[in-house]
T-cell receptor
């Protein structure tokens, strides 16, 4: 069953507001990736986090990997209409069973 | 590089028909996989391959077959289409040294 919980499922914001989506795993992860899927499009890789407590930034996007390597977040500062889409996390299990587990995604709508 | 290509983009089948979804990549990636995406279900792994001649089942393999005769191509066969197979199908590839997956544009399949 689903072992990476992603919240919220949907988020509506006004342009200029901030947005955050969270991924929580029941097991320790060796890494976590984030993907963005525009409406009608395909998932596109954004970033990978590997180290405990890692923080990476891409312009207005800030990605964090928790100290225990079980949770992660994506924060968008001052959203724009170009940020519209669904954001997925995908965690690679640590240990022998290195399965990739996908979150169900957070759909972001931005009102101009 | 064209990246990952998929054909067809759209397909309508009748129940019981068979068809093959094509996937090709020109990045010399060893690892290829097929996902289906349904509303509220995220991305679910159907089959994957770690190299030519090697395939394995994902979490939802029933009703689908794959083969990997070359590094470049990874076709997905629907043996006898059912309405439950109505979905968007994505092919993805990655190299051994990275977890970054590159997705194709998808095939939107409707089974009547």
């Amino acid at each position: 069953g689903q072992q990476v919980m992603q919240i919220p499922q949907y988020q509506h914001v006004q342009e200029g507001e901030d947005f955050t989506t969270y991924c929580n795993s029941s097991t320790t992860l060796s890494n976590i990736q984030w993907y963005k899927q525009r409406p009608g499009g395909h998932p596109v890789f954004l970033i990978q986090l590997v180290k405990s407590g890692e923080v990476k930034k891409q312009k207005r996007l800030t990605f964090q990997f928790g100290e225990a390597k079980k949770n992660s977040s994506l924060h968008i500062t001052a959203t724009q209409t170009t940020d519209v889409g669904t954001y997925f996390c995908a965690g690679r299990r640590a240990g022998n069973n290195r399965k990739l587990i996908w979150g169900l995604g957070t759909s972001l709508a931005v009102n101009p | 590089n064209a990246g990952v290509t998929q054909t067809p983009k759209f397909q309508v089948l009748k129940t019981g028909q068979s068809m093959t979804l094509q996937c090709a990549q020109d990045m010399n990636h060893e690892y290829m996989s097929w996902y289906r995406q349904d509303p509220g279900m995220g991305l679910r792994l159907i089959h994957y391959s770690v190299g030519a001649g090697i395939t394995d089942q994902g979490e939802v393999p029933n009703g689908y077959n794959v083969s990997r005769s070359t590094t470049e191509d990874f076709p997905l066969r629907l043996l006898s289409a059912a309405p439950s197979q109505t979905s968007v199908y994505f092919c993805a590839s990655r190299g051994w040294t990275t977890d970054t997956q590159y997705f194709g544009p998808g095939t939107r399949l409707t089974v009547l």
